[in-house]
Antibody
Framework: EVQLVESGGGLVKPGSSLKLSCVAS????????MHWIRQAPKKGLEWIALIYYDSSNKYYADSVKGRFTISRDNSKNTLYLEMNSLRSEDTAMYYC??????????WGQGTLVTVSS | DIQLTQSPSSMSASLGDRVSLTCQSS??????LSWYQHKPGKPPKPMIY???NLADGVPSRFSGSRSGSDYSLTISSLESEDTAIYYC?????????FGSGTKLEIK
């Protein structure tokens, strides 16, 4: 059974940094690209980043480009999202997701990030 | 970036009704469109992929269709558990983009 478990969320001040993790199990992690998606309070879903299975390519939404970095450690079955220069508009539930033969076939339960002074 | 426009933004319908939600793309995306059902407190659930294909475990009352740059998610007979927000997603090019969602409620 595919499982994705996010962690690392919390309350931080504007301008600070935070690193999210997503531990994967139930599949061969090193064979799949992985995504981060978020949902701000009372807003819709926003895709924010993708990393290829071998880290050879990374893509970002314009809203986070230059501030967020997606990475992975295939030896630890773990996906990361390093978030710098956090803003109030980054407040959201952050999900990791895995494709199957279609995008976002599997999702974690999410981790909440709150950016507030 | 490709923009997806969903309509209506919200709607209510009765149990047993046939319901159609629409998603219009600002550019050609072929069939690279999927639909997700999102309920409060849960992660989104994939419903339809490649415009017309049912995702794993999705009831057959759900279907997807395409006419040009217009895409539809149809529920043939609405059930109470279908209350949710439905989002479309284009995955033809990066950045991937979602529509703004349709909130579906039961009358």
């Amino acid at each position: 059974e595919v499982q994705l478990v996010e962690s690392g969320g919390g309350l931080v001040k504007p301008g600070s940094s935070l690193k999210l993790s997503c531990v994967a199990s139930g599949f061969t992690f090193s064979s799949y690209g992985m995504h981060w998606i978020r949902q701000a309070p009372k807003k819709g879903l926003e895709w924010i980043a993708l990393i290829y299975y071998d880290s050879s390519n990374k893509y970002y939404a314009d809203s986070v480009k230059g501030r967020f970095t997606i990475s992975r450690d295939n030896s630890k079955n773990t996906l990361y999202l390093e978030m710098n220069s956090l803003r109030s508009e980054d407040t959201a539930m952050y999900y990791c997701a895995k494709d199957n033969n279609y995008p976002f076939a599997y999702w974690g339960q999410g981790t909440l990030v709150t950016v507030s002074s | 970036d490709i923009q997806l426009t969903q309509s209506p933004s919200s709607m209510s319908a009765s149990l047993g009704d046939r319901v159609s939600l629409t998603c219009q793309s600002s550019q050609g995306i072929g069939n690279y469109l999927s639909w997700y059902q999102h309920k409060p407190g849960k992660p989104p659930k994939p419903m339809i992929y490649y415009a017309t294909n049912l995702a794993d475990g999705v009831p057959s009352r759900f279907s997807g269709s395409r006419s040009g740059s217009d895409y539809s998610l149809t529920i043939s007979s609405l059930e109470s558990e279908d209350t949710a927000i439905y989002y479309c997603l284009q995955y033809d090019e990066y950045p991937l983009t979602f529509g703004s969602g349709t909130k579906l409620e039961i009358k």
